[in-house]
Every structure is written in structure tokens, then in C-alpha cells.
């Protein structure tokens, strides 16, 4: 069955269990793309593939149709060599808002095609917004001008790039068919393989924060992944990192940028710093050579001597935000009318955090949205400080709620303790990463 | 996950191997009718029904929420006992034509609603309709009224009533989800429950001409709708009967009505006969308490004296038609301005037939609609007279098509003479009764 038969006859042969030819697939998508194969037999289709899975043939062929449904970029070529990071998301990730300009400062090219937040994930582009004047799109042409004069720039994804995807995104929301780790890898692969770079990097987040709740699952997603990338010839490492409670301490936006600002200026350790330097470092390593450790080291001191953050401020300043974010972030970014601190009402050690009832929790505030297209409030959010394993006493202040009114404020606090399980021993502290792969 | 909770969270489950509970199959349905549950939400839980399947007490509920969906009828309480016999649909099925008013002249109350042909199936409604005059948009107290007077009536089903079914047949006919037993099973008797008779008569078609290809698929089928009927506390019996061939020699609408005057008339035998036959015989049987055999023959002679005849006449007269049909059919139904035999061009003795390729040659001479809502032409059609296990001669009559044009009776011509598989040896006919179950 190829194009011009009946798009039927694909579904009814995955619904049966048979593994689909490249042209069936490619058929299917191209079909459902153009608009001829109904919403409804594409949502059938969803369910069929969720249900009998994907062979990796399948998926290559699915990213393939899904590639090529829209433009492509190339990024390869600049001066410097490029890496794509992507994460996975998850709360208080402000990963890339580090990462690019420390990319930057370590000569690699860094040009970050972001998206926007939804449900409990925050975004990058919503984050970036809450400088004054601070503009994500860019042309691809001045992506490319910016990324080669600066090192680095973060830009909304075009919405000519892999137009399929956003079509079967929105349909497996609709479907019940998110949670398929073929049909996730094809969403999260496809967008980079339309971007042509030196390295993709991957950062698959697992934990109760995460979309994958176990580092098993986040590792098959990662695998699926690898693959994807071998089929495509693309250069592609893979990080299976800790999502079991925000990564940062912020979980909003302009506090997002708060706390990734005091990480530019070597202000600030922590978890959210040490992932980023390593996944800085991998990617220096893998793309000029260097030895890791070095590469890390490096990281860590362009962190400390403030060339990453002099990156960071041309970054801002090329894309028309308030360059004086880096030195007085609390000033120049919006701020909530109240500010309640979170109070612990008992004394104990952290053993777990429900830190998607955290990011849920900001989202509530209006950081977030349930919606796509919905508006954000960049001022609102959470500021969590404990990490697990950390000892937590009565009456002592684990953090913010920055808020529009004090009943919403309180719900917030409410939220965030409740998402805490206390007990009396002692915890370790998980893995920052769980496995690199690739 | 109830009403009011999220759709989304039934068709993981379902699409999970899990049982839903009464309340959640009600709460979907009910969404689904009401608009609330998208349709592409609903083509995915019809996929994940599909192929996890649904557990009898599934496919119950399911009913219910499609009965409940729309109006109801109650056709018992007339002087005589009520039969609902429905076909799962065949080719050259007129078993209704002579069924409903030997029924009547039986003394049972017959009140079909039918539906349209579609495919290579043709309509009870259709074929009517091409007695001119004829009209099947009955109000129930018409169709009350003249079942009392006469003894039977056949009615376009109401809109009204289970309107969720037409709403899921639509959604599995574009979803490739029309193959499953359950939603078969649901769909069939979904509305016959909706109208409350005396008794339920299932005719399960198995063959080349029906939906279920196998007597095992079709028995599968019967018991399926015999397990809704227990369920709903309603009499119930099902046949399993043969479609490896055409029942009838007609294929088309003015062409059936022609041949069930037929055997109205008491002038013509063979299976389309016999089956009706034993179907009356057993509905008498059932209600009645009558010995089968003597039933039987009851039926056979209330065939050949001109009792049946004189209901059909009656019924035809009630309901707009003119009567003369019965005196002379072939003058007053519409005829096709070309008729062409369909001559043999090899001997040997029929052994199969593809009895759908005839009744989709028929439907692509206008007898037939390909899509819901299109028009038909009622003179044109496929006449077709031997049976399995007759021997051919070459260049003897098999047939007639009745067409537009010489090109078109052509074309059907040689299809029907493609659908044969002649042998040498003999071959046995097949059975015209698999089973009789309930």
C-alpha cells in the first residue's frame, strides 16, 4: 500500500501487528500532513502504533516523513563547530539558559531552536521573555550572523520546521497516545535532525519531574534516540540525568533567569551548575577533542572568570533585551507583587520531592500554562532551596513564593511542602547523571 | 475516572488491557454523543478497543449508552407477537421483502426498520423505495397503526433513534476499526434494543458476500449479540446462514423486488426461499409455541396460496406504493434501458463464488452507493442464476445485467463471470443453515 491507495489499508496493517514498509509510513504522513488522511484516522493510526509499537526502521522512516514536511536548517560550516543540546524537560531546568553562553565561551557555536513551556515543564523562550525587550525570533539568517559573531543564540522554533510534528504533538495530547517511547523519540529527534549540526546532545531526564519517571525509561528513550541519530549519520551523545526533584531552585521565569544569571557569575553551585559544566564539557570533548576532565575544568572556569556570562550579555544584547540583566537581575527583570517565604513544618530529611507537583504548582501561579497559547505571568513562581538528602529543620525557611495575591501564595507554600517526603535517617543524595550514552 | 473527570484517562486505560467499568464506558459514550470527547479521541478508543477487544460485560454497557443515547420504541402489546428479524447483510439478501409479510399472514407483527445499502451490501429501504409511490419515513404511530392493521410495515430507522451508533459506525468506517466483533456486535444490537419487540431474530450472514468471511466468525458474531440479549433480558435466536454465494438471483433494487414477487406469487423456490422460510417458521415456532415442522409448512403454504402476497400487497398500498406491483412487477418498477445476458464462455461445475465482487459490480452500476448519502439508481442490477454445484455449459445463459449503457453491462458482465470458480468434478452445495443458536 503506497500513495494513492487507501490510507486505511496502513492503519488496519499496523492495527493488525505488521511492520509497516518506508513507504507506507512515508505515505501515511505525507498524506496526513497535505491534509488528506482525516484527523481521526491519524488519530487511529496513534493509537495502533502506541499499542503494537514501532520498529526502529519504522521510526527512522516516521522522523524521515516528519523532517520532511517542513525546511530545514543547516548550522554546520560557522567558524566554530555547532552542538545542538536538547533536554527532554523537566523542573527548574534551566540547563540551556547556562549552557549556551557557556558553550559559547568555550568557542563551540551554540544555536538553540527552544520551545515554549507547557503543563508542569517550564520553557526557554517564556524564561528568556521575562528580560525587557529580549526578542526569539529570529530569522534564520540572523541566527546564523549572531551565532557566528557571538557564539551563541536562542530562538523560537520557525514554525515552518517539521510542521508534522506540532500536527501529531497536538493529536497525541488529544489521543492518550503521548507516553510512546517510539512516537516520543520521532517528536524529539525529528526537530533536531531538521537543524543540521556537528552534535546533538541529548539530555533525558528521569524522575518525578521528568516525562520519564524511571532512568530505565528514560534510557530506552535515549536509546531510541541513539538510534534515530545512527540512522540519520548524525553525531549524537545522550545523558540520562536526575529529574527526581527540580534540578535548580528556581521554578519560574524571570527567577529562572535570576538564578541562571548568579550561575554566570560564579556565584552559585549546586546541581543545576555541575550538570551544565558536564554537559558543556562532553560536548567540548566530543567535538574538538579534548580530554573530559580538562573540558570540565574548563567549564568551571570560564563559569568563574566571568566569560560565560560576558556571553551571555552579548546574547542578550544582540537579541534586544536589557543587557543590564547581568548586573542587577532583581532589578531589571518583573517582580512579583508578593513574596511569602516557605516555611518547613517539621523537621526531617528529605528523602523524595514530587517535583512535578512542584512545576504544577508554579503553573498555577501563572508561570506556566495548561494550554498551548495560553499567557504566562514571567514575574510568578517557586524558589525550592532543599535537595534530597538535605536535613530540614522546624521553622526554618526552605524557600519563595512569589505570587500575585497571598491566598495564591499560600497555595503555592502548601504545594511545595506537600510535595516533600520527610523521613528521619539520612538520605543520600541521587545520582546527578544516571548513564552516558552514545 | 467518571463523568466530569478527563476522557483522556478511559482510553489510556482501555488502550492499557484494562477493564472499564460500567460507569466509565457510559461516562465516554455519553461524552462522544454529547460533543464533549473529541472525535479524534474516539477514534482512538475505538482503536484501543479494536485490539484489546472489549469483555462482555463491556460490550453491555456500551450498548446501553448507545440505546440510551437516543429515543426509544415499544412495538409489543399488539395483538400479535412481535418479531424483529435483522440480517447482518448480504448479497441478493431480499429475505425482508418476503419475510415481513409472511410474517404477517403467519399472524406475528412485523415492524422492520431498516436501513440503505451501502457498498456491495443493498438496503432494504432501496429496494422498496423503487416501487413507485413507496414511502418508508413512517412516524412510530403510523408504523403502530398499519403493523395492528396489517400485520407489518417497513420503516427508515428514525434519526433519533441511537443516534451514538451512527456517530461510531461513521467513525469506524474512517478509522479501519469496523472489523471487531464487540463493536459489530454493539452496532447490530444497539438497535434492536432500542425497540421493544416479542422477539429478536438474528440472521448472521457467513461467506464471501458478508461481512464475516467464515461461519466460525459469523457464529463469533451471533454469540456475541445472543450475550447483549441475555443481558437486556430479551428473547433472542440467531441463525448462522450461508453468503458464500448470492441468496437471491437479484442483485440491484427493482430487480430484488421483482424476484420477491416471485416468491410471493408462490411461482419461484431455491434458497432465497427456503431461508425465509425457516426464519418465519422459527419466529412462529418461537412466539407461538408451534412445532417447528409444522411451522414450516405453515410458511410454505402461506407462500403458495397468495396470504403472503396479499400482506405484501396491503403493506405496499399503506405505505404510498402502487399495488399493481404485485399483479405485474416487470411493468410498473423501473427498468433499465439496457438489458444484456451474461452468457457462460466456459463449461465446468460453479465451485465458488466471489459473491461481493457481484455485489459490488452491481453498486458500480448504480445499485449501490459507495459513500453514505449518494444517490442510487433502482433499475439497474445483476441477475445471476446458478448456485454452487451447477454445471455450465459454454455459451449458455447464466444471467442478465441491466445497465445504463452497453459499456457498463459489459463490464458487469464480465465481472460476474470473473467471480465464478468453475471445476471440472461436482462440488456439493454448501449448507444454507451453519447453526442455529439461542
Given at each position: 500500500v503506497v500513495t494513492g491507495g487507501d490510507p486505511r489499508a496502513i492503519v488496519a496493517a499496523k492495527r493488525d501487528g505488521t511492520t509497516l514498509s518506508p513507504a507506507e509510513i512515508r505515505a501515511f504522513i505525507e498524506g496526513s500532513t497535505r491534509g488528506?488522511?482525516?484527523?481521526?484516522?491519524t488519530a487511529a493510526f496513534l493509537m495502533a502504533c502506541f499499542i503494537r509499537g514501532l520498529q526502529d526502521a519504522e521510526t527512522l522512516e516516521l522522523t524521515r516523513a516528519m523532517v520532511e514536511s517542513g525546511q530545514t536548517l543547516d548550522l554546520t560550516g560557522l567558524r566554530a563547530a555547532a552542538v545542538d543540546k536538547h533536554s527532554t524537560g523537566g523542573v527548574s531546568d534551566g540547563v540551556t539558559l547556562v549552557f549556551a553562553p557557556l558553550g559559547a565561551a568555550l568557542g563551540l557555536a551554540v544555536a538553540k531552536l527552544s520551545g515554549r513551556g507547557?503543563?508542569?515543564?517550564?520553557?526557554?523562550?517564556?524564561?528568556?521573555?521575562?528580560?525587557?525587550?529580549?526578542?526569539?525570533?529570529?530569522?534564520?539568517?540572523?541566527?546564523?550572523?549572531?551565532?557566528?559573531?557571538?557564539?551563541c543564540a536562542v530562538a523560537a522554533q520557525s514554525s515552518n520546521l517539521v510542521p508534522a510534528d506540532g500536527r501529531l504533538y497536538a493529536l497525541r495530547d488529544a489521543t492518550a497516545t503521548v507516553e510512546s517511547i517510539p512516537l516520543i523519540a520521532a517528536s524529539v529527534m525529528c526537530k533536531k535532525l531538521a537543524v543540521r549540526t556537528d552534535l546533538i546532545e541529548l539530555d533525558v531526564k528521569a524522575g518525578s519531574g521528568a516525562f520519564m519517571k524511571t532512568p530505565v525509561a528514560a534510557t530506552e528513550l535515549a536509546e531510541a534516540c541513539l538510534a534515530l541519530a545512527r540512522g540519520w549519520e548524525r553525531a549524537c551523545i545522550a545523558h540520562v540525568t536526575d529529574m527526581s526533584q527540580p534540578l535548580g531552585d528556581a521554578v519560574g521565569n524571570a527567577l529562572d533567569v535570576v538564578e541562571a544569571v548568579h550561575l554566570l557569575r560564579g556565584e552559585k553551585g549546586g546541581r543545576l551548575r555541575d550538570l551544565t559544566v558536564r554537559l558543556a564539557g562532553d560536548a567540548l570533548a566530543r567535538l574538538e577533542g579534548v580530554d573530559p576532565d580538562e573540558a570540565a575544568d574548563r567549564a568551571d572556569r570560564a563559569l568563574?572568570?566571568?566569560?560565560?556570562?560576558?556571553r551571555f550579555r552579548l546574547m542578550v544584547e544582540a537579541q534586544g533585551g536589557e543587557p543590564q540583566v547581568v548586573e542587577d537581575p532583581e532589578r531589571i527583570l518583573?517582580?512579583?507583587?508578593?513574596?511569602?517565604?516557605?516555611?518547613?513544618?517539621r523537621a526531617g530529611t528529605l528523602a523524595a520531592v514530587d517535583a512535578e507537583a512542584i512545576g504544577s504548582a508554579s503553573a498555577a501561579l501563572g508561570a506556566g500554562r495548561f494550554r498551548k497559547g495560553d499567557p504566562i505571568d514571567p514575574a510568578v513562581g517557586i524558589v525550592c532551596t532543599p535537595k534530597i538528602g538535605d536535613r530540614l529543620e522546624a521553622g526554618a525557611p526552605v524557600g519563595t513564593v512569589h505570587a500575585r495575591t497571598r491566598q495564591a501564595a499560600r497555595e503555592g507554600a502548601a504545594a511545595v511542602l506537600a510535595s516533600f517526603t520527610l523521613v528521619d535517617g539520612?538520605?543520600?543524595?541521587?545520582?546527578?547523571?544516571?548513564?552516558?550514552?552514545?
Open positions: 488528506d488522511v482525516p484527523d481521526v484516522l507547557l503543563g508542569h515543564t517550564g520553557g526557554t523562550l517564556d524564561k528568556l521573555e521575562s528580560i525587557p525587550g529580549f526578542r526569539t525570533d529570529l530569522e534564520p539568517s540572523e541566527l546564523h550572523a549572531q551565532v557566528e559573531r557571538i557564539g568563574d572568570d566571568g566569560s560565560a556570562l560576558e518583573p517582580r512579583a507583587p508578593v513574596i511569602e517565604p516557605i516555611v518547613a513544618v539520612p538520605v543520600p543524595p541521587p545520582p546527578l547523571i544516571h548513564a552516558d550514552l552514545g
